[in-house]
């Protein structure tokens, strides 16, 4: 399968990414742009809860930012597919940018309301959905074909470094001085901004569909999903798997106090689980040229089945954190492998929408997983609890075995006929 746009013609011993210009100034612009937002995410509830404030004022703020997730994203697919991608990714830099610098002015004169903060985290937010977006949409005309599971991992390598550093980051720079964080952000965008304007490559088709209207161009992403078959069931199967691992999150933390443990042995969880990411994603182009995306997606289910079991039986930090790892390390793989097979097969007119409906899907079973799972836990106890997610997991897996459709893997339409996609 050869790639689109205008990447150039693949040779038959292709250069390393490192070399690739476009792509490294892709890959940092967009770190930067994480990194500092992961910061000031951290930072946001400590603007109250250490500052005067109160713990509704927090969940305000912490609403207000991720409000987007379900406002902004389908929108936002729309948009990056209609829009020229370069100056969605400017508009959004300078966006994030000119938000940070209202609260870093009104941090440092001492005039900070709440409406402002929640206004600045809303917008932070929603350019940040559309960045994520047109940048994924953007990196299948940066780099050949062969060489985009490569590209993709070492995106989903820079979200759990981002996610791994982003929180400790936020908190000291905080501690230090409240701005801080936000300045931080500021700096991200600034960076983001001026990677963008180096770009050479066109990051989407010359030839472009009529723009309709919004409601129809939503819609037709929906439907263009929907006709998938493959890309249906498992994004069926993974929002599932959603919902387990809501209450494994909440469990883990609920373990680790029931056992005596201090709040902060909790850090010890995502600094582990931040490395298995990490190890996962970088994992991931040597495992997805072995394994199709289908026996990855049905093995990571079985795999997920196993250590939500261990959970069960573990009760210190160290063993929780090893199993947290894990899952993240195979949620890695899987994003990686899903992520490639998803951009190889959307056409690029199609790419912000099909990323966007995923996305939302996802976001929107995690708020019902972290309810559902909160109940749970109190009904049941932490130890029946996560026996139940195992089990919900290992159902999910025997029904992924057990579905022709996602045994045959990426049996998908593409411009009304079928044809067999297989990610080696």
């Given at each position: 399968?050869?790639?689109?746009?205008t990447?150039?013609?693949?040779?038959?011993v292709?250069?390393?990414?490192?070399?690739?210009?476009?792509?490294?100034?892709?890959?940092l612009?967009?770190?930067a742009?994480l990194?500092?937002?992961?910061?000031?995410?951290?930072?946001y509830p400590?603007?109250y809860?250490?500052?005067?404030?109160?713990?509704a004022e927090?969940g305000?703020?912490?609403?207000?930012?991720l409000?987007?997730?379900?406002l902004v994203?389908?929108?936002?697919?729309a948009l990056?597919d209609?829009?020229?991608?370069?100056?969605?990714?400017i508009?959004?830099?300078l966006?994030?940018?000119?938000?940070?610098t209202?609260l870093?002015?009104?941090l440092?004169?001492g005039?900070l309301?709440?409406?402002?903060?929640?206004?600045?985290?809303?917008?932070?937010?929603a350019a940040?959905?559309?960045?994520?977006?047109?940048?994924r949409?953007a990196?299948?005309?940066?780099?050949?074909a062969?060489?985009l599971?490569?590209a993709?991992?070492?995106?989903?390598?820079?979200?759990?470094?981002?996610?791994?550093?982003?929180?400790?980051?936020?908190?000291?720079l905080?501690s230090?001085?409240?701005?801080?964080?936000?300045?931080a952000a500021?700096?991200?965008?600034?960076?983001?901004?001026?990677?963008?304007?180096?770009?050479?490559?066109?990051?989407?088709?010359?030839?472009?569909?009529?723009?309709?209207?919004?409601?129809?161009?939503?819609?037709?992403?929906?439907v263009?999903?929907?006709r998938?078959?493959?890309?249906?069931?498992?994004?069926?199967?993974v929002g599932?798997?959603?919902?387990?691992?809501q209450?494994?999150?909440?469990?883990?933390v609920l373990i680790v106090k029931?056992n005596g443990?201090?709040?902060?042995?909790?850090?010890?969880?995502?600094v582990?689980?931040?490395l298995?990411?990490l190890?996962?994603?970088?994992a991931?182009?040597?495992?997805n040229?072995?394994l199709?995306?289908?026996?990855?997606?049905i093995g990571a289910?079985?795999?997920w089945?196993?250590?939500m079991?261990a959970v069960?039986?573990?009760?210190?930090?160290?063993?929780?954190g090893a199993?947290?790892?894990?899952?993240?390390?195979?949620?890695?793989?899987?994003?990686?492998?899903?992520?490639?097979?998803?951009?190889?097969?959307t056409?690029?007119a199609?790419?912000g929408?099909a990323?966007?409906?995923?996305?939302?899907?996802?976001?929107g079973l995690?708020?019902?997983?972290?309810?559902?799972?909160?109940?749970?836990?109190h009904?049941l106890?932490?130890?029946?609890?996560?026996l139940?997610?195992?089990?919900?997991?290992a159902?999910?897996?025997?029904?992924?075995l057990?579905?022709?459709?996602v045994r045959?893997?990426?049996?998908?339409?593409t411009?009304?006929?079928?044809?067999?996609?297989?990610?080696?």
């Amino acid at each position: 399968m050869t790639s689109t746009g205008t990447v150039p013609p693949e040779s038959s011993v292709l250069p390393p990414l490192r070399r690739n210009r476009d792509f490294r100034r892709l890959w940092l612009g967009a770190g930067a742009a994480l990194l500092g937002n992961r910061a000031a995410v951290t930072a946001y509830p400590l603007l109250y809860l250490w500052a005067g404030g109160s713990p509704a004022e927090a969940g305000m703020v912490g609403f207000a930012s991720l409000l987007p997730q379900l406002l902004v994203l389908l929108p936002a697919g729309a948009l990056v597919d209609r829009l020229d991608r370069r100056r969605v990714l400017i508009t959004c830099s300078l966006t994030g940018l000119t938000a940070m610098t209202t609260l870093v002015a009104a941090l440092l004169t001492g005039r900070l309301w709440l409406s402002h903060v929640m206004a600045v985290a809303f917008v932070q937010g929603a350019a940040g959905i559309l960045h994520r977006l047109a940048e994924r949409a953007a990196v299948r005309h940066v780099v050949p074909a062969d060489q985009l599971r490569t590209a993709l991992s070492q995106s989903e390598a820079r979200g759990h470094g981002a996610g791994l550093l982003g929180q400790p980051m936020g908190a000291a720079l905080f501690s230090a001085a409240r701005w801080l964080p936000f300045c931080a952000a500021a700096l991200g965008h600034l960076i983001a901004l001026s990677t963008v304007f180096g770009l050479r490559a066109d990051l989407q088709d010359k030839a472009r569909p009529q723009p309709h209207s919004l409601r129809r161009e939503i819609r037709e992403g929906l439907v263009w999903v929907w006709r998938q078959r493959f890309m249906r069931a498992a994004i069926a199967l993974v929002g599932g798997s959603n919902l387990a691992f809501q209450l494994i999150t909440l469990a883990m933390v609920l373990i680790v106090k029931e056992n005596g443990h201090s709040a902060a042995m909790v850090g010890v969880l995502g600094v582990l689980g931040g490395l298995g990411g990490l190890t996962g994603a970088l994992a991931a182009p040597w495992i997805n040229r072995r394994l199709p995306v289908q026996g990855i997606l049905i093995g990571a289910l079985a795999l997920w089945s196993a250590l939500m079991a261990a959970v069960a039986v573990a009760d210190h930090p160290v063993q929780l954190g090893a199993l947290m790892a894990g899952m993240s390390g195979t949620g890695a793989l899987l994003n990686v492998a899903a992520g490639s097979y998803q951009v190889l097969v959307t056409p690029d007119a199609m790419q912000g929408r099909a990323t966007s409906v995923f996305t939302l899907i996802g976001s929107g079973l995690n708020s019902l997983g972290a309810l559902l799972g909160g109940f749970l836990l109190h009904a049941l106890g932490s130890t029946t609890a996560v026996l139940v997610a195992a089990a919900a997991m290992a159902l999910l897996a025997l029904t992924a075995l057990a579905s022709p459709v996602v045994r045959r893997g990426g049996a998908d339409r593409t411009n009304g006929a079928e044809q067999r996609i297989s990610i080696r």
